[in-house]
Every structure is written in C-alpha cells, then in structure tokens.
C-alpha cells in the first residue's frame, strides 16, 4: 500500500486523434483496502506535473511527500480506514507511466513518434486499470486542474462508473486564455536547441531541453499563483544583497530548477496539448450535451483568486451539470495552486460529498 505498483495493459489502445498505442504501462499507488461488493475505490486524478504520490511521505522515486497528503490517509476526508483510494500516473506522463520517454515495442524511446493523446484517451486508459482491480464503479473520482478534467472526462465517457464526482479548479473546455498561456510555454520547449525534435533521449546528463522546459515553468507558475499574492510575498525586493535578482524571479528560478530535475518536456508538451485539447462536448454535440449524460452526485469547485481557470468556469460548469448545486468557492489567496494548497479546504468538500 502507498508504493508505487504497474499495470501492463498488452491490448492496443485507440487514441481519438487518430494514432494506436500497441499497448501500455500503467503506474499506480493504492491506500486503504477494497472491500467486498468493491463500493469504497476512489479515484484520485493528480494535475499536469503531479504523479500517483498523492500521500506518505519521500521515499525512494518519490523526492516530495504526497501531493494531497493532507486529505488521504487513516481519519482523513479520504478515511483510508474505510476507502480504498487508487492514484494512477496519466498516459503520456513521466513517472511510471507510459509516454514519449517510454520504450516503443522495438526498445527506442518514442520521442517524436509518440501519438497525440486527448484527456478523453487517458480516461478510458484508466479503466483498465479499474477492471484489474476489480472496480466496476468508482464511490468517488475526483481531480484538480488537469486531474479535474479527467475526472469529468470519466462521468461523461463511462457515466454508469462514476457514482460521485467532484472536479476542482477546472474546466469544461480549455479556453483562448489557457491556450494563449499554454501557446509560448509549447514554444519556449520547441526553440531550446537541446529539444531536437523531440528525439534527444540520447543526450548527456544535464543536456536535455531545461531550458526550454524550465521557461515554461516560469511561466506557467505565475498562472499558478495571484497577482496580489505575489505582491504581498515578493513585492519590488531583490533576492539578496549582491544578487542582482529581483525575489520573485529566484522564486520562479527555484521552481523552474525543480521541475526540470523531476519532469520530461516531451511529456509536458503532451500533456500541455491535451488540456488545450480539453473539451467535453467535442463530437458530443456541445458541452451541455455531453455533461447531460453525468449520472453522477456531483460537486464543483473554483478558486476564488484563480486567473488561469476563473471561478466563473466553475460556476458554468456547475449549471450544466444535472443534479449539482451551486459552485463551492475556494476561498485562498493562492491562485490555482490552491487546489493543493488548501486541503482543509478539500476536506470540507470531499466530506459533504460522500456524506
Ligand atoms: C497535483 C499535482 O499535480 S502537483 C505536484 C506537486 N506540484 C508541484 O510540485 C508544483 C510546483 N510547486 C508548487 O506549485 C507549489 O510549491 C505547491 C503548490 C506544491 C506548494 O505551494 P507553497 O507551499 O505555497 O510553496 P511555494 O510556491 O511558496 O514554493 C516554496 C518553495 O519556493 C522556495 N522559495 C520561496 N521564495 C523563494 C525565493 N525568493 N527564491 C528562491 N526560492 C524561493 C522555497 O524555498 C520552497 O522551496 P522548496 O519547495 O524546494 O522547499
Ligand atoms: N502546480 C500544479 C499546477 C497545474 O495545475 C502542477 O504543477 O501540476
């Protein structure tokens, strides 16, 4: 339990844009125990660079303690006394699961010749790993950001699998704004010379595309947090004396050097394009129609401080979803990031759902 485990799925896997991945590797982590008539699984689904570490602490292939630690364990919202809580690692990630760094059937990395992959596509990769385990239906699946959209991409895909749903700090349909945001991180990747094409799994230690990756990750974390926030904590200050840095560019220095020690740009190219490809309604008919098919008791959740989902993505996400209520707001000063900042938060809702 809480160690990271593989599934080998060896059937082809149809991918809606077209291409055919042979098969597949699933990585996963698991807490708590299914019971019986398997009515106590929950889904997990972590965001763009998250993994299936979401509790207990560093170990071995995993250098941070859980992402949403505060929330899954023994006595916790996520009462891993009662629950059996499932956290797969997304198709097309770089930590265990199958995506552009893998190995394609004749042992080369795919690299370039990895296929497209939608959010819709890593959905239904997963119910593999459901039908191993003996789910047939989820209590509860739930995610934040680019977890949030595969969790709605289950209820609407295999609505008779998800009993309750609860999606945080997403979306519907990525917008022109997160596109626009996601557009000069896709070419920041793209003009680092180190990328070459995406082929560069051959390169030395420390030559791969950091430099592209880790300008994407400058830009994408001031999306993560509020203006005001990084105001009130930075403001006009330098890093240090002699440091000609301004506090907020280490800041982004520091978690552009963090992300690229831990994350592949291929899949962050991917993933990228997967949420810029996020839309529910596509080839349903529109939104409103595909989220009419959502059986599930549903919960939706913004951030109040969010500029790159706005609350109001929430609250129209909401009302066409059946049977929902009205959007809960996160109250923080975080920005997006809240989704795995405030677990109290979290908690809160996660327990009015199941309750
Ligand atoms: C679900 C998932 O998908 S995500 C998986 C986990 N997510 C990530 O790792 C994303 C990257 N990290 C983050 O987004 C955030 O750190 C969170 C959301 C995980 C936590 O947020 P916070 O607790 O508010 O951390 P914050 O953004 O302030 O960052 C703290 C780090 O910045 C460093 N830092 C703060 N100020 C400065 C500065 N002026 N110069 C350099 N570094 C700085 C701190 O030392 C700390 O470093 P550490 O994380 O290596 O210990
Ligand atoms: N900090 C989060 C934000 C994306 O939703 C991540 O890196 O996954």
């Known amino acids: 339990m809480g160690h990271r485990q593989f599934l080998a799925v060896d059937r082809p896997l149809r991918l809606e844009a077209g291409g055919v991945l042979p098969g597949y590797q699933l990585a996963y982590e698991t807490w708590g125990t299914l019971n019986s008539d398997a009515s106590n699984a929950v889904l997990v689904e972590h965001a763009l660079t998250g993994d299936s570490h ?7 292939g995993h250098p941070s303690p859980g992402w949403w630690d505060g929330l899954i364990g023994p006595g916790r919202a996520l009462d891993t006394d009662e629950l059996f809580v499932v956290v797969p690692n997304v198709l097309g990630g770089c930590q265990g699961t199958t995506g552009p760094a893998s190995p394609d059937p004749d042992g080369k990395p795919w690299g370039s010749r990895f296929p497209r992959v939608t959010v819709r596509d890593q959905a239904l990769a997963e119910a593999a790993l459901a039908d191993a385990l003996g789910v047939e239906r989820w209590a509860l699946v739930l995610g934040g950001s680019m977890g949030g959209m595969r969790a709605l991409e289950w209820a609407v895909t295999l609505p008779g699998r998800v009993e309750a749903l609860l999606v945080v700090a997403s979306t519907a349909a990525a917008s022109a704004e997160q596109i626009a945001w996601a557009s000069p991180q896709l070419h920041a990747i793209r003009a680092d010379p180190a990328w070459r094409g995406g082929d560069y799994y051959d390169a030395a230690p420390g030559e791969g595309p950091h430099r592209g990756l880790g300008i994407a990750r400058r830009i994408a974390h001031v999306t ?14 330098r890093q240090a004396p002699g440091d000609a ?9 520091h ?5 690229v020690r831990r994350f592949d740009a ?7 394009e997967s949420m810029n490809d996020h839309d529910v309604g596509r080839d349903r008919g529109g939104v409103g129609e595909a989220l009419s098919r959502v059986t599930a008791r549903t919960l939706v959740a913004g951030v109040d401080s969010d500029r ?6 929430a609250r129209d996400l909401a009302a066409a979803l059946p049977g929902s209520g009205e959007a809960a707001v996160i109250s923080s000063p975080y920005g997006h990031d809240s989704f795995l900042i405030e677990t109290p938060q979290i908690a ?8």
């Open 308 to 313: 790159l989902y706005p609350s109001y993505q």
């Open 266 to 272: 291929n899949s962050y190219l991917l993933l990228t």
């Open 255 to 259: 978690h552009a050097d963090k992300l």
């Open 54 to 60: 979401a509790a207990g602490p560093a170990g071995p």
């Open 224 to 237: 993560y947090r509020s203006e005001p926030e990084l105001t009130d904590r930075f403001g006009r200050r």
């Open 245 to 253: 840095r301004y506090a907020i560019e280490s800041y982004l220095d």
């Open 348 to 355: 809160g809702l996660v327990k009015a759902l199941l309750d």
